[in-house]
């Protein structure tokens, strides 16, 4: 694998807001290490969309990451993951890490019964992507998926702790009740923010996997592999975003709980 | 006024499937005219986009539908009509309706108290849109406005008649019912699908503004004053989509009532 900058940040694209997560959990578990994240707030969600345009959409954030040299990337969206990781893999020559696989091996990990289940948007139940992981870890184990469209402006809106937030996902999670899995995938990055709700509805037995936590040991173990940790280093943190940066950084400062810089970058 | 081709088809275009409700009217209303429809599917949802990019996307979509050699143009997006309606009269030289206008001179000719409530997207909210029309026809009125994000997919997920789209509806309505608004304009094209829940939480005696149906009276309007109006002849409906078009096609087929063909048009 060609080094291109071993010097160099990390970037993490995501559609929009949900990648924070996981940039969170990087800025937590690496913090000698420099971040650039793309957020493609002009086009998201991209849970909707179709294949050939998140592969086209997820392209181009790419590129964007790579112009500011970055040495990594981390595909910081469950449906860009799904869709567009081995084409982008087979497109760029520096290690790319998705969302989904670090997920999936720790439900696998976790799992007595061998029923995991998936709550996702409709792009990534649609891929397939989470049963082909966890199958690839352990073919014997029983995979049960759910789209909740709802739940990401349901966190946008901040409801997290209305009554009707429960109805929801009663209403979503049925069927995996149902099904008695004992280990649940966040597949979403903002899933994490709606865990209360998400333990009351399934009851303490079910094992919930924040695959923003799994993502960011995964880079880890990447650049221990590659040895391009940085150590001791004040790190530097840049954002660019497609539309709205000032809404972004209002919600990123709050939930980071740092003041950022936002750069716009229109028109890709 | 140019025109550029008076036996043309009437162009509508929206960020996605909300316009329908719009061209549903046109068909009852102007069955013998042509339609030709474009759906932003690749970005949609726009009421969450910001000014400069919501223009731009316009724009894009007026051009798509000039190249199809439309006689007007129908802007069938509040998101876009709030902030792209002046900017595409100013650009482009045919006819161009938006659906603004005719729902806020239907409810100031509806409301006795002269207080009017509007609910729609977060961008057409903050654009200030209806307040500037309802006060262009009545300065008198007062405006009380609620964005209510989570509408959009909760129709989208056909869960208009669970118990929780009530307390949903209860939570975005409250400050109107607070307000004691008389009319109340749908100011998404959505939201006419929620009709019954929003009755049913307002209450009988406030009246429900349906943009789609007042924008068709307005487009028969203005194609009686410019002559243009077509009799007799069987009308031609395309349907033109940025992503998603199968998808696109069944929704769009349930909801009209009839058969039809959908053309992607990619990469715009």
């Known amino acids: 694998m060609r080094i291109i900058n071993p010097g160099g940040p990390i970037g993490v694209f995501d559609s929009g807001f949900g990648g924070l997560t996981v940039v969170k959990e990087l800025m937590r578990q690496l913090p000698a290490e420099d971040l650039i994240y793309f957020g493609d707030t ?13 592969i086209r959409f997820s392209i181009e954030n790419a590129e964007v990451l790579l112009k500011r040299h970055v040495k990594m990337i981390v595909v910081a969206c469950n ?28 439900a696998v990990e976790m799992t007595q019964n061998k029923r995991i289940g998936v709550i996702a948007t409709s792009a990534t139940v649609n891929s397939y992507a989470y049963d082909k992981a966890i199958k690839y870890f352990d073919s014997g184990v029983k995979v049960f998926s759910q789209a909740c469209p709802l739940f990401v402006p349901l966190v946008e809106e901040g409801w997290m702790h209305k009554k009707f937030a429960v109805d929801l996902a009663e209403e979503y999670l049925k069927s995996l009740k149902r099904a008695r899995v004992d280990a649940l995938i966040l597949g979403c990055t903002h899933y994490p923010l709606l865990k209360n709700v998400l333990k009351q509805v399934m009851g303490k037995k079910v094992y919930l996997v924040d695959s923003a936590y799994e993502v960011a040991g995964e880079v880890k173990r990447v650049l221990e592999i590659i040895s391009k940790n940085r150590k001791g280093k004040k790190a530097q943190y840049q954002f660019l975003i497609s539309d709205r940066p000032q809404h972004f950084q209002a919600i990123a400062q709050k939930f980071l709980g740092r003041s950022i810089h936002v750069e716009l970058v229109a028109d890709k």
């Open 42 to 54: 002009a086009r998201v969600p991209y849970g909707t969309k179709s294949k050939e345009s998140i």
């Open 79 to 106: 449906s860009s993951t799904s869709y567009a990781l081995e084409v982008l893999k087979n497109k760029f020559d520096i290690p790319i890490v998705g969302v989904i696989d670090p997920g999936a091996r720790k």
